[in-house]
């Protein structure tokens, strides 16, 4: 792991379930000789500012493995209803100011996307909350309600999360950016543990995403805009795509985004 000269404690957390709706144990299915799990971790160690990464789980499996590969790892309780109650808890019995949820099924996350996500929180502490999107390219995706779309005001912050495209184009001029969001997220120590507490509104209810809780609440969010394409593997048909991205040329190339 690359330590950074950044004066704040920084945990990276990976939430690691080995249930899955589509793809039961996914996070243990092998991606160029290595689980995907293996190399999630990998790609997050080499963060610069993440001064340490824990997988956090409630699977003995999943603890086997990751043990298996010299990773930190925890056992969390099997009742939490999201991935971010599984990096709460883990977060809570560490002392880390700042905390990054990183999702266990990207095996292609760059470690550059990460340390932009940090960096706002580390010069503004008092933010809360930072994420990331990416400029749509496909138009397809600008109606795909799987992919998630964010608009954000002058200074960066989140105005709104949708699965509808955001903004409407009244005269469909074509000049209009689209954002994607990226499912990363850092938070304040203290804020991610009061998060699961937090009221659910109707937005969040309506659009089926945890992270329109904190708008509603009246809390920012910081969105750094990144190149990272998102690749993850919620199928085995993703994880065939992925696994042939991991050829020796590509991998020279992935260190930025």
Do not use: W
């Given at each position: 792991m690359?330590?950074?000269?950044?004066?704040?404690k920084i945990?990276?957390?990976?939430?690691?379930?080995?249930?899955?709706?589509r793809?039961?144990?996914?996070?243990?299915a092998h991606i160029?000789?290595?689980t995907m799990?293996?190399?999630?971790?990998?790609?997050?160690s080499?963060?610069?500012?993440?001064?340490?990464?824990?997988?956090?789980?409630?699977?003995?499996?999943?603890?086997?493995?990751?043990?298996?590969?010299?990773?930190?790892?925890?056992?969390?309780?099997?009742?939490?209803?999201?991935g971010?109650?599984?990096?709460?808890e883990?977060?809570?019995?560490e002392?880390?100011?700042?905390?990054v949820?990183?999702?266990?099924?990207?095996?292609?996350?760059?470690?550059?996307a990460?340390?932009?996500?940090?960096?706002?929180?580390?010069?503004?502490?008092?933010?809360?909350?930072?994420t990331l999107?990416?400029?749509?390219?496909?138009?397809?995706?600008?109606?795909?309600p799987n992919?998630?779309?964010?608009?954000?005001?002058?200074?960066?912050d989140?105005?709104?999360f949708?699965?509808c495209?955001?903004?409407?184009?009244?005269?469909?001029?074509?000049?209009?950016?689209?954002?994607?969001?990226?499912?990363?997220?850092v938070?304040?120590r203290?804020?991610?543990l009061?998060?699961?507490?937090?009221?659910?509104?109707?937005?969040?209810?309506?659009?089926?995403?945890?992270q329109?809780?904190?708008?509603?609440?009246?809390?920012?969010?910081?969105?750094?805009?990144?190149?990272?394409e998102?690749?993850?593997?919620?199928?085995?048909?993703?994880?065939?795509?992925?696994?042939r991205?991991?050829?020796?040329?590509i991998?020279?190339?992935?260190?930025?985004?």
């Amino acid at each position: 792991m690359v330590r950074s000269s950044v004066p704040r404690k920084i945990l990276g957390v990976i939430p690691a379930r080995f249930a899955s709706t589509r793809f039961p144990g996914k996070v243990l299915a092998h991606i160029a000789g290595k689980t995907m799990l293996q190399r999630v971790y990998e790609r997050a160690s080499l963060s610069a500012y993440l001064t340490s990464v824990i997988i956090a789980t409630d699977d003995d499996r999943v603890y086997s493995v990751a043990r298996s590969f010299g990773a930190r790892v925890r056992m969390t309780r099997s009742d939490h209803l999201s991935g971010t109650d599984r990096v709460a808890e883990v977060a809570s019995a560490e002392d880390a100011e700042i905390v990054v949820n990183i999702q266990g099924d990207e095996p292609l996350i760059s470690p550059a996307a990460i340390d932009a996500a940090i960096l706002p929180m580390v010069h503004e502490p008092e933010l809360v909350m930072g994420t990331l999107k990416k400029r749509i390219e496909d138009p397809r995706e600008i109606t795909d309600p799987n992919v998630v779309k964010v608009v954000t005001n002058g200074s960066g912050d989140a105005i709104y999360f949708s699965r509808c495209p955001i903004p409407f184009e009244r005269e469909k001029s074509g000049g209009t950016p689209y954002f994607k969001h990226i499912g990363l997220y850092v938070y304040s120590r203290g804020f991610l543990l009061a998060y699961s507490a937090l009221p659910v509104g109707p937005l969040e209810a309506a659009e089926r995403l945890e992270q329109l809780r904190a708008l509603e609440n009246g809390f920012r969010i910081r969105v750094v805009e990144t190149e990272y394409e998102s690749l993850g593997v919620d199928t085995p048909e993703d994880l065939e795509r992925v696994s042939r991205l991991f050829d020796a040329s590509i991998l020279q190339g992935m260190g930025n985004g």
